[in-house]
């Protein structure tokens, strides 16, 4: 019924910035938290980084001042620019939405997306 689109990954170089999306989509009425998750090779997935529907975000440390995560309530949207791109944030991005509230009034379990490859080249 709920699912997540992320798109916007790619390869870039050191340095360099992109912009990931996620969309979701179905029968949503409203989303407390969505964010942003990474997991690289050989690692455990990661929080990049969240937003609530009031706007607060949480960073994990290795983004702060590099990265913004930004939000569209309307479009049930997320984003995520990512500025200053070293090769260690070359990982599969996963977008997440948790309290997701449908039309009925039920909260449906988190969601999650399917994934984009960021690649960061030195």
């Known amino acids: 019924q709920v699912q997540l689109v992320e798109s916007g990954g790619g390869l870039v170089q050191a340095g360099g910035s992109l912009r990931l999306s996620c969309a979701a989509s179905?029968?949503?009425?409203?989303?407390?938290?969505m964010g942003w998750y990474r997991q690289a090779p050989g690692k455990q997935r990661e929080l990049v980084a969240v937003?609530?529907?009031?706007?607060?975000?949480n960073y994990t440390d290795s983004v702060k001042g590099r990265f913004t995560i930004s939000r569209d309530n309307a479009k049930n949207m997320v984003y995520l620019q990512m500025s200053s791109l070293k090769p260690e944030d070359t990982a599969v991005y996963y977008c997440?939405?948790?309290?997701?509230?449908?039309?009925?009034?039920?909260?449906?379990?988190?969601?999650w997306g399917q994934g984009t490859q960021v690649t960061v080249s030195s």
């Open positions: 997440k939405a948790d309290g997701v509230r449908t039309s009925w009034g039920s909260v449906v379990p988190g969601r």
């Open positions: 179905g029968n949503i009425f409203s989303i407390n938290v």
């Open positions: 937003i609530t529907s009031g706007g607060s975000t």
